[in-house]
């Protein structure tokens, strides 16, 4: 049973960001009461189900409105919500059993308590009591196709049995699982009986149980197919159609059989995605106590598996041993909530021992866990282990747990007991069921289809009344056609002969039309396929279009979704350029411009020299604002000493090349350039650090480190040097070093200039300062730090205002400049969509700071917007901000001032704007704005936003990411892009189209997607207009006719019509057709806009080709009418006979909607001319040899002797030349006005592309240039970014632990 995403939409937002939410339960004892500030009474927060009606989309008048609360408390009658809400845990009294000691581990203090306890005990007086769990499943977003529940046959039936999938109805009700979930350590058969599903995914749309349903439910949503299929039922009743009984059924068969293999094809790609995701192989402990390697999808709950450095996770794993000290582990999450920064495990110290098969094979007991659900930061468990005969209780929580999806970095394996499988991962849960999507074109279609329908409706009615007034009055009359018999039952002769007409002019709406849109869209997809301007070949990897039903929405976006990491950068951070001393030095030397002219860059060999680690006959240039002599020298060297030894990283020797472990990639990025500068750290102790400096290791002791966070912006290491002096290493934002300088600084002006030419380019900066502290006053200090160390509360605070006391009149050394690499092409990407009239909006889990330097350097924000940065910290403050803003904005654009703005908004700020009474202030503020980044944004935050504006927007909205984090994002919007060509991404896999570079973006949306949908549109129009054109001549024939029903054309000749005579043309119009050029698109993006507008399958347009229609079909018949008036004599003497006069009006018709088709081409190909003449060429050989063939094998023996009659006669060949040129001439003549005197954007476009003239639009280039460095200036000094972005947590100081637990000097274990 797919779901639904609007059923669930308040408990979404609610749970979206962690950030939002406080823990009131985080220590012992607390209260469930909260106290107001200044108040000894208790205050009750808002209840649960209160807090949980609120709805941003959906207007619910008689819901209940509640204040936010920033801290959500329960009263004792209100049960707690699920611990799966990020942030929050479970009110749950304690059991019996113990703790086990491995709770006072620094990591796991500030966790989650097991599951099943709380440290709660306000309502028991203080003394725990045994209770029943309590976890609240009622909210669990439904993962896709997940049919697998607890329970399960008996562990001694077979495998199979065991193994085998729960299918469950749509009507089945959702079964009510236990509250926790017991997973047998080394016991594969106990936990097979427990029914857990398998490891095996499936982001298909088709299985083979629900391909026919499903298909057939998507196909029958077009209206077209239903009334094909109604007609084809009434075709069946004897006496009432007035053709034959297959002419429908048959090629409407053959349109779904074609829909059919469409959609298999496109499937079966997703199915080979899937199979070769689950055919990945890990290695998983065997009972013969050896790692064997599995393939993904045998990977079962209970197992233990092995990965190693660089291994994407397989399924949510709990954390048992690694090869670091204490059981520590990195892993990068980027795909899951898109952060760069790598995350740091800890296994519990009761199991980090077990690094080996053997002692992992010993692991007895079990793990009560909680429930799978979708929350990607919480986990509570509790492993029981048998230990001789006795049972201990570990407590998990997160920092134990390995999510799939996430990759193993920098620790060369771990260890872990895998807890949830396949869609039962905290990954999977996260996504939707494969969404059946609907485009724009194809709603209009439908639309458009009725009205066809009501026309075709009043043309019955009106022949059913002539015929029932020719029937019931005038039977006697004519005599000769033997109806003097007045019908008895005149009711049911007047239904069946509505039946009957409806029969006969059922092809008003063109029953060819739903196969070729969907044969041409395949086609257009194979060409995005196969188009070599987006094939990258560094991994080798094309363009991939998985949905093509979708690709005439491509060229009518209005907004762009964007991740930021892995699709917008690279995520490599590279050390591009220093300020040392005053001078500038980079890799390569040359110019900077400056207010005070052009300054040389030094280069990094230079700086090599200064250092003293290279001897060099180089002459250095003397003078200049870093001229000094030895004072310079040993600046450079204090500079280069502060990058190798001020940080938190972590050297891994691989042969002869260090390999940098770092949770900040920034941090990574400076060390390595200490080391391409000569200072090569490579050896860390607990409290010593090895640096080697010109062939010779000096080793310095680290004394204390003050971590970096968001308030400090800075992080800061106090080291005793070969020398013996204490000295204090800083480096951090500029606005905070420089408040902390002391006097007599000599170079912060040459350093500010040279930050402000780093911050135009979007390098990321630090500036570096240090000092020299006596041995009394460090004393003094220490103590100080250590006792603030030792606080229990308050613990970051107290740090924090201790660093502040050291870290005083620094002395400025210099600043850093690092490079967070953007992928190929963004910059002018973002711009050209931008002139496209395209607003980009990016949704990155990174910090705030990151992503604005982000968005200055690949130009989403330009320095000539104002920045509208929302931060705020409860949802009241938000609300008024917000308000204040929106007004402030329209009050200025009233006085007609237009500035260009972009909003910055971060997670928690963004929980409340989704809240229902502010998401349409907000909507509105985030439209005033050319550019929109939220930060620190969850993934279900990322869908809930692009439902917002989906929701509240007629605009067409495209999502592209890279990671599995942007799944949600990708299928809420109406086209979904996936970066491929990066190993292990499911972004990809759930896209509608899959490019490898971002700047791919670029000619799929304004080359691609402006073509398809011009195409499209000409293509329906043009095939409603040509079955108009031929079916409205027997419209007008009815009236010569008697309204009997007669029809003008033989049956099949009828049939052949859209099936062959007139099926080329649309096809070659929808699938070569260029309005204009590649080239004319990309120099002139602002055509797309055409596409955004829908100026090409307008209401309007819509109607003109249908009048249009009516006007060649009345022309066509009335001077047929003319010439063959009183049955034109043939050449032998004899009279030519009704179907002589029907063929040679087919003709006439068949070669004026070929010629129309000529007429509204943009480009003449081969195909073309084999499209257009050819049709008509083919005619003239095929219906002759049809006409005397079917008579002689028994049907349409309406042709028998017409052949030589009719092609041998010279009025059949006058009449094909007179009536298209009477009918064609009106259309080229409107078409000449039209482009002479009224032309449209793309008629000037195609002059210019015709005549090849130059674009002598001015060249501001240089101006620009230098407006940019002004503006840009004016931005940096108020604003720029710096480069930290590691995990941080000031209560905990994990990163000075972290470094204090390595001796990288020692031999790690194998684990094999």
Not at 69 to 94: D, E, K
Not at 462 to 468: A, Q, R
Request: aromatic content about 10%; glycine content about 6%.
């Amino acid at each position: 049973m797919s779901y639904n995403p609007d059923d669930d939409f308040a408990s979404l937002v609610s749970r979206a960001n962690p950030a939002a939410h406080q823990n009131p339960y985080g220590q012992p004892g607390r209260s469930t009461y909260a106290s107001q500030a200044g108040s000894s009474q208790p205050t009750l927060a808002p209840s649960v189900d209160d807090r949980y009606k609120l709805d941003p989309f959906f207007d619910d008048d008689d819901e209940q409105q509640t204040p936010h609360a920033t801290t959500t408390t329960f009263p004792p009658s209100v049960s707690a919500p699920t611990p799966r809400h990020p942030g929050r845990q479970p009110s749950l009294t304690l059991l019996d059993e113990p703790l086990d000691s491995s709770a006072d581990l620094p990591l796991t203090k500030a966790a989650a308590p097991p599951a099943g306890r709380s440290y709660s005990n306000a309502e028991s007086g203080g003394m725990p009591q045994q209770k029943s769990w309590a976890f609240d499943d009622d909210d669990v977003l439904p993962a896709p196709n997940s049919r697998y529940e607890r329970g399960g046959p008996p562990r001694n039936a077979p495998l199979r049995q065991r193994m085998k999938r729960t299918w469950k109805w749509p009507w089945e009700k959702q079964k009510v699982l236990a509250p926790e979930r017991k997973i047998w350590l080394n016991d594969r058969a106990s936990n097979e009986a427990e029914g857990y599903c398998s490891n095996y995914v499936s982001t298909t749309k088709y299985n083979l149980v629900t391909f026919v349903p499903k298909f057939l439910l998507e196909q029958f949503s077009k209206y077209a197919n239903v009334f094909f299929l109604f007609t084809a039922f009434i075709q069946q009743i004897p006496g009432v159609s007035p053709t034959n009984k297959y002419t429908t059924i048959v090629p409407l068969g053959l349109v779904l059989l074609a829909s059919a293999f469409k959609e298999t094809e496109e499937d079966l790609k997703r199915h080979q995605s899937d199979a070769e995701l689950n055919a990945r192989q890990s290695q998983v402990l065997s009972e013969s106590g050896t790692f064997v390697d599995k393939k993904w999808r045998h990977i079962r709950v209970g197992d233990i598996v092995r990965l190693e450095s660089n291994d994407f996770i397989p399924a949510d794993l709990l954390l048992i041993s690694s090869s670091e000290p204490e059981g520590l582990c990195y892993i990068e999450t980027s795909n899951l909530d898109g952060e760069t920064n790598l995350k740091i495990k800890q296994a519990s110290p009761k199991t980090s021992h077990m690094t080996s098969p053997q002692l992992a094979q010993r692991l007895q007991g079990y793990l009560r866990s909680e429930q799978p659900n979708n929350s990607l930061y919480t986990y509570e468990g509790t492993l029981v282990m048998s230990v001789d005969g006795t049972e201990r209780q570990v407590p998990m929580s997160p920092d134990q747990i390995l999510l799939r999806g996430a990759q193993l970095r920098n620790t060369p394996w771990v260890y872990g007991l895998v807890v949830f499988t396949g869609h039962e991962t905290k990954l999977m849960r996260n996504a939707t069921a494969t969404p059946i999507k609907r485009t724009a074109v194809e709603r209009q279609v439908n639309v458009q289809i009725v009205f066809l329908f009501l026309l075709l409706i009043i043309l019955s009615l009106v022949s059913t009344v002539g015929s029932s007034i020719r029937s019931w009055f005038f039977s006697k009359q004519e005599w000769y056609l033997f109806l003097d018999v007045v019908p008895t039952n005149k009711a049911r002769s007047f239904v069946e002969d509505i039946l009957t007409f409806v029969i006969l002019y059922n092809n008003l709406i063109p029953i060819s039309l739903i196969v070729t849109m969907e044969v041409v869209k395949f086609q257009q997809a194979q060409l995005i396929n196969s188009d070599l301007d987006m094939y990258y070949a560094k991994t080798d990897t094309p363009a991939l279009c998985r949905t093509s039903s979708l690709v005439e929405e491509l060229g009518q976006i209005e907004y762009i979704f964007s991740d930021k990491t892995g699709t917008l950068t690279c995520n490599e951070m590279e050390f591009m350029m220093c300020s040392i001393a005053g001078v500038m030095y980079a890799e390569k030397s040359g110019e900077t411009d400056n207010d005070d002219g052009s300054e040389v860059r030094r280069t990094f060999d230079e700086l090599r020299v200064i250092s003293g680690v290279e001897s060099g006959g180089k002459t250095l240039a003397a003078g200049g604002s870093g001229s000094g002599g030895g004072r310079e020298a040993l600046t450079v060297k204090e500079f280069l000493t502060l990058l190798a030894v001020c940080h938190t990283v972590i050297p891994e020797v691989k042969g002869e090349k260090i390999v940098y472990q770092a949770s900040s990639p920034d941090e990574a990025a400076l060390v390595a350039g200490a080391e391409l500068l000569g200072f090569r750290f490579h050896t860390r102790k607990p409290k010593s650090v090895f640096v080697e400096i010109g062939g010779t290791t000096h080793e310095f002791e680290i004394l204390n480190v003050c971590e970096f966070n968001s308030t400090r912006k800075r992080m800061s290491t106090i080291v005793r040097g070969p020398d013996g002096k204490i000295k204090l290493y800083c480096k951090g934002a500029d606005t905070v070093i420089l408040e902390r300088l002391g006097p007599n600084q000599a170079y912060v002006d040459a350093t500010m200039v040279h930050l402000e030419d780093y911050a135009t380019e979007g390098l990321r900066t630090l500036c570096i300062a240090m000092r020299d502290i006596p041995e009394a006053e460090y004393r003094e200090w220490a103590a100080i730090y250590d006792q603030a160390a030792a606080t229990i509360n308050g613990r970051g605070d107290a740090l924090d205002q201790a660093a502040e006391l050291i870290e005083k009149d620094m002395f400025l050394l210099g600043a850093t400049a690092i490079e967070d690499k953007l992928q190929e092409g963004v910059p002018d990407t973002i711009h050209t969509l931008q002139m496209a009239g395209i607003k980009v909006w990016v949704l990155t889990g990174d910090r705030q700071e990151t992503a604005i330097n982000i968005g200055l350097s690949c130009r989403l924000i330009s320095e000539s917007m104002n920045l509208v940065i929302v931060n705020e910290e409860t949802a009241q403050a938000t609300k008024d901000f917000i308000t204040k803003r929106l007004v402030a904005i329209k009050n200025q654009r009233k006085t007609g001032e237009q500035e260009d703005l972009a909003l910055i908004i971060d997670g928690k700020s963004l929980t409340f704007a989704l809240e229902k009474d502010i998401s349409k202030t907000f909507l509105e503020l985030a439209m005033l704005c050319k550019a929109v980044v939220c930060c620190r944004v969850s993934p279900l935050q990322k869908a809930l936003v692009v439902k917002l504006v989906k929701k509240n927007q007629s605009s067409i909205l495209l999502a592209i990411g890279d990671g599995a984090n942007d799944v949600s994002m990708i299928q809420a919007a109406h086209i979904g892009v996936g970066i491929s060509g990066v190993e292990g991404l499911q972004a990809a896999r759930s896209a509608d189209v899959a490019i490898s570079q971002f700047r791919y973006l670029k000619k799929l949306l304004l080359v691609h997607g402006a073509w398809s949908y011009q195409r499209l549109s000409k293509l329906i129009l043009y095939s409603f207009y040509k079955n108009i054109v031929l079916y409205m001549t027997q419209f007008w024939y009815s009236f010569f006719n008697n309204f009997s029903g007669q029809i003008a054309n033989e049956s099949w000749t009828l049939s052949f019509y859209n099936v062959l005579f007139t099926v080329l043309p649309p096809l070659v119009l929808g699938i070569f057709d260029q309005f204009v050029s590649a080239r004319i698109l990309d120099r002139y993006p602002q055509l797309y806009m055409l596409g955004q507008k829908n100026a090409f399958f307008t209401r309007t347009a819509f109607w003109m080709w249908i009048f249009n229609a009516l006007y060649h079909s009345l022309i066509l018949f009335g001077f047929s009418i003319i010439m063959f008036w009183g049955d034109l004599k043939s050449s032998d003497g004899r009279d030519s006979g009704h179907w002589f006069w029907g063929t040679s009006l087919y003709m006439a018709v068949l070669l004026t909607v070929l010629g129309k088709a000529a007429l509204i081409s943009d480009l003449w190909t081969k195909y073309t001319v084999a499209a257009m003449p050819g049709s008509f060429l083919f005619t003239m050989i095929f219906l002759p040899i049809y006409c005397l063939v079917a008579p002689a094998l028994g049907f349409s023996p309406e042709y028998s002797g017409i052949v030589p009659r009719l092609w041998g006669d010279l009025p059949f060949y006058f009449s094909l030349l007179l009536l298209p040129c009477v009918c064609l001439i009106r259309d080229y003549a409107w078409k000449y006005y039209r482009r002479t005197y009224h032309p449209a954007s793309y008629h000037i476009a195609q002059e210019l592309q015709k005549y090849n003239i130059p674009d002598y639009r001015p060249r501001q280039e240089q101006f620009q240039k230098a407006i940019k460095k002004v503006r840009a200036v004016q931005r940096m000094r108020k604003n720029r970014g710096f480069a930290f972005s590691q995990t941080e947590d000031p209560n905990r100081q994990e990163q000075a632990r972290l470094i204090r637990a390595y001796d990288t000097s020692q031999v790690r274990p194998s684990g094999l």
